[in-house]
T-cell receptor, first 111, second 113 residues
Framework: GQQVMQIPQYQHVQEGEDFTTYCNSS?????IQWYKQRPGGHPVFLIH???SGEVKKQKRLTFQFGEAKKNSSLHITATQTTDVGTYFC???????????WGLGTSLGVNP | NAGVTQTPKFQVLKTGQSMTLQCAQD?????MSWYRQDPGMGLRLIHY???????DQGEVPNGYNVSRSTTEDFPLRLLSAAPSQTSVYFC????????????FGQGTRLTVV
């Protein structure tokens, strides 16, 4: 079946270091979304990407959608302790409205 | 604007008991879904609905029932609770168009003993 692989599973960084998480799909995606879940919280939508090669920025966060629409990345510049949480990618394939979720990357930030 | 409301927030059940997790949204969203989240397993889709009167199974539907009699409500029923159903459950909704965000409820932490 359709799968979205997300790496790494965990990462700890020192505050101020950069962080990147990657998602790779086994099939071409119509769009991909990113969510953040704080410890003990619920997933919160960050962004969605639709176009091949699309790049979007939100302050220190940069999101990319690959040219083949099979991979995506989230890059955080100069991490802060407020960035702690699990970051999930979720893709849609074709006209199917079901989201295919990655397993998430858990980010820890040491102050 | 309440968004997606889930109740209860916490629940302890004995094996074999049944219960219903409530989910309500006030955004007139067509699409609603239930997920369970277990450590290291990400979010797994249990059941979903594309509109009132329409439901379908996700990847882990066994042991759960759903109904969608109104646009607003999408309850999840555990028929006979088992320890394997100990998990955090999230309800989510979206407006049904393809490229829109999912809004999640606060979650229900369920323990089955």
């Amino acid at each position: 079946g359709q799968q979205v692989m997300q790496i790494p599973q965990y990462q700890h960084v020192q505050e101020g270091e950069d962080f990147t998480t990657y998602c790779n799909s086994s099939t071409t995606l119509s769009n991909i979304q990113w969510y953040k879940q704080r410890p003990g919280g619920h997933p919160v939508f960050l962004i969605h990407l639709v176009k091949s090669g699309e790049v979007k920025k939100q302050k220190r966060l940069t999101f990319q959608f690959g040219e083949a629409k099979k991979n995506s990345s989230l890059h955080i510049t100069a991490t802060q302790t407020t960035d702690v949480g699990t970051y999930f990618c979720a893709g849609m394939a074709g006209n199917n409205r079901k989201l295919i979720w990655g397993l998430g990357t858990s980010l820890g930030v040491n102050p | 604007n309440a968004g997606v409301t889930q109740t209860p927030k916490f629940q302890v059940l004995k094996t074999g008991q049944s219960m219903t997790l409530q989910c309500a949204q006030d955004m007139n969203h067509e699409y609603m879904s239930w997920y369970r989240q277990d450590p290291g397993m990400g979010l797994r889709l249990i059941h979903y609905s594309v509109g009132a009167g329409i439901t379908d199974q996700g990847e882990v539907p066994n042991g759960y029932n759903v109904s969608r009699s109104t646009t607003e409500d999408f309850p999840l029923r555990l028929l006979s609770a088992a320890p394997s159903q100990t998990s955090v459950y999230f309800c989510a909704s979206s407006n049904g168009r393809l490229r829109t965000e999912a809004f999640f409820g606060q979650g229900t932490r369920l323990t089955v003993v």
